[in-house]
């Protein structure tokens, strides 16, 4: 049961990882496009049966027009079917490869607006997708950072013990009584305000993984210290085997378990703690989309009295993500133990 | 080779007053070795017979330099092939175990990693030692296997451990030390985890082996009969310190020592007929002393039969008794035991 669940969140992040590693293709428009003529469009109903009730096989859209609410009304007179594969703004795929298709889109001047639009008429779906890449990965990479780092110290103190070990973990003790948190606003405070979107997010990603690994690196440490201590170890020690291959043999695989767990839970905590940052102005800035400086816009009266497709999607990402790195944690943890 | 051309060769292994501590935390340390000295000549087994804490396991620990962090070499010298291995660094140490002189523990089946595969196990020991093929690792592993007297090397070679019987494990733990063909072999306790037809198995390999590959022993047993089997000499240790040193056959019929006379007649008996010795078994009184500090006098003056006044106050010093043997009592005995 737990295996089963687990290994469906496993698929489900792996697809979504993939669509947030090609954002371009799989949103329809731009992040940073923007359709002035329709600011906070709610999100574009799909059609089977056009006015006449004749069926269509493949979903289409209406077109919008402003009515006198100052919301939006659909005109029927001009159907825009889904296009697949079709052209529309251009993108470099992973950053490298120049390519204009997209999964799906319509043909101008229809706008497809799956989650409707923003104050500037940016799609929000599109938007969600970028956002998503920013934040997934500056939660894995900063994870990984951790993990890297974690185990490299854990495993040394916990293999040579000692004053290494000593010096070590009251390091790491030292580094959970940091306010990481706040660490992280007067870092990103002393970076000039028009630092680059890149590199904010890098600094954001240094300083999860810089101040996260003394968890792992714990737990890792606990590990070693039970491996190193065996007798197969001193066997092999007696028989010339190295401290280098005794790590990279019989000491890291053995932490395997503890990684890929810890490594499950860090993610969403550090996706979560991207978003926190930018939602409060201090992650990455809102010239590119991330969860948190979209779910931002939270800050705006108007969001919650009437333009709430504006935090949902985001709000329901991010839930849906941690609940399955949570499942995924869960699986791991009942597979080794 | 003629039998003055080996005296003329040097020793393999020497040992000069090799001394041993385990710091403890909040108290005094325990001296588990205290000053002692040993020979080995290349071929050779010596037997070291003792009992639980005579610190015949540290001494063989801190020859090949697996002390654990606790424990500390305080003094002496270890002299293997004219290097000194004390204060040698890892590196070469890592580069001599293994290659040039191997160490067989007692618990084969917490000897070996319980994750690889055995046959991947006895490979990677030449592996890390000479510049090999897997393929070829893995053609002298399964040699190894045989010359172990496994009967199916190849399901064997991929066996897990925990899927092999302890005599099978432990002659897997044999391989692993010999595929480099060793000078010497230490092997501690070899025996004490298996069945009596198992050891006897294991007691025949090592003396066809230290045979066939001209490789000295230096077997650490608590089992007087073992090393009646095996060992061309035999030291006694008690208390950290070798007590007596003879030729196998002189020390079992006739030790000199208090402590290998007592420790002898533990053994029970075999006598003609099954179920006729009903004498109760010897037991020597009281225990052996702690060691932190160890006593002022001769740490065997509590338990002895013999002891004299000067026993209490003055340590004895071992004293050449006859060619190749000597003994550290004030009042050592001639002649068979009682």
């Known amino acids: 049961m737990t295996s089963r669940s687990a290994r469906l969140a496993a698929y489900c992040l792996l697809a979504l990882h993939a669509v947030a590693a090609l954002p371009g293709f799989f949103a329809p428009y731009g992040y940073a496009v923007q359709d002035r003529d329709f600011p906070y469009a709610p999100p574009t109903r799909l059609h089977f049966f056009d006015a006449r009730g004749t069926l269509h096989l493949v979903p289409f859209i209406y077109g919008l027009r402003p009515d006198e ?89 916990g293999f040579y013990g ?52 003394p968890r792992p690196a714990r737990l890792i440490r606990g590990v070693a210290a039970s491996i190193g201590r065996r007798e197969h170890v001193l066997a092999a020690r007696g028989f010339g085997a190295s401290d280098l291959y005794l790590l990279r043999r019989h000491v890291l695989p053995r932490t395997g378990s503890v990684i890929w767990t810890q490594g499950a839970l860090l993610v969403p905590q550090f996706v979560l703690a991207e978003v926190g940052l930018s939602f409060l102005g201090v992650g990455v800035s809102p010239s590119i989309p991330s969860w948190g400086n979209m779910l931002g816009d939270l800050q705006h009266f108007h969001v919650l009295t009437s333009d709430w497709w504006w935090l949902g999607f985001p709000g329901l990402a991010l839930v849906f ?17 | ?67 654990p962090p606790r424990g500390r070499t305080t003094g002496g010298s270890v002299r293997f092939e004219g290097i000194e291995l004390l204060g040698l660094g890892e590196a070469d140490l890592d580069r001599l175990r293994g290659e040039r002189l191997a160490m067989v523990f007692q618990e084969p089946g917490l000897a070996l990693s319980p994750f690889m595969r055995v046959g991947r196990q006895i490979g990677e020991v030449l592996r890390a030692h000479r510049t090999v093929s897997a393929a070829a690792a893995r053609e002298r592993a399964l040699d190894l296997l045989s010359a172990v007297r496994i009967e199916e090397p190849d399901s064997v070679y991929h066996a897990y451990p925990h899927q092999l019987s302890g005599g099978q494990q432990q002659r897997v733990v044999i391989a692993q030390a010999l595929i480099c063909e060793p000078k010497l072999l230490i092997a501690d306790e070899p025996t004490a985890a298996l069945d009596t037809v198992t050891q006897a198995g294991l007691v025949e390999l090592f003396r066809t082996l230290r045979a066939e590959l001209d490789m000295a022993l230096l077997f650490i047993t608590h089992d007087p009969q073992l090393l009646a089997a095996l060992a061309d000499r035999i030291a006694v240790m008690y208390a950290g310190r070798i007590v007596e040193r003879a030729p196998a056959d002189h020390l079992l019929s006739a030790a000199a020592h208090p402590y290998p006379r007592e420790l ?63 003994v550290a009592c004030w009042n050592p005995s001639e002649g068979p035991p009682r």
């Open chain 1, 69 to 157: 609410g100052g919301s939006y009304a659909e005109d029927t007179s001009e159907r825009y079917p889904l296009r697949f594969f079709a052209r529309g703004d251009s993108y470099r795929l992973l950053g490298l490869i120049p390519s204009s298709r997209h999964l799906v889109t319509v043909d101008a001047p229809g706008r497809l607006f799956l989650m409707g639009s923003d104050a500037l008429g940016r799609d929000l779906f599109s938007r969600l997708v970028y956002g998503g890449t920013v934040s997934l990965y500056a939660g894995l990479f900063g994870a990984a950072l951790a993990l890297a780092l974690g185990g490299l110290i854990g495993a040394l103190a």
């Open chain 1, 162 to 213: 000692g004053r290494l070990d000593s010096v070590l973990m009251r390091t790491s003790e030292v580094f959970m009584a940091l306010p990481w948190l706040y660490l992280l606003i007067a870092a990103r405070a002393i970076q000039p305000l028009d630092t680059p979107p890149a590199r904010a997010l890098l600094i954001v990603i240094l300083i999860l993984g810089g101040f996260g690994w």
């Open chain 1, 321 to 337: 993500v941690t609940l399955a790195y949570h499942l995924l944690a869960r699986g791991a943890t009942v597979t080794s133990g």
């Open chain 2, 1 to 67: 080779m003629s039998s003055h051309l080996q005296s003329e060769r040097p020793s393999l292994l020497q040992v000069r007053s090799l001394s041993v501590e385990y710091s403890r935390a909040g108290a005094a340390p325990v001296e588990a070795v205290r000053e002692v000295g040993l020979t080995i000549q290349p071929g050779e087994a010596v037997g070291i017979l003792g009992e639980s804490g005579s610190g015949k396991s540290s001494l063989a620990l801190a020859i090949t330099g697996l002390l």
């Open chain 2, 264 to 326: 002898l007649r533990c053994v029970p008996a075999r006598r003609g007929g099954v179920g006729r010795d009903s004498s109760p078994l010897h037991v020597i009184p009281g225990m052996s002393p702690s060691l932190s500090p160890p006593p002022a006098g001769c740490a065997f003056e509590s338990r002895c039969p013999d002891r004299l006044d000067r026993c209490r106050s003055e340590e004895p010093t071992e004293q050449p008794l006859a060619a190749a043997r000597s």
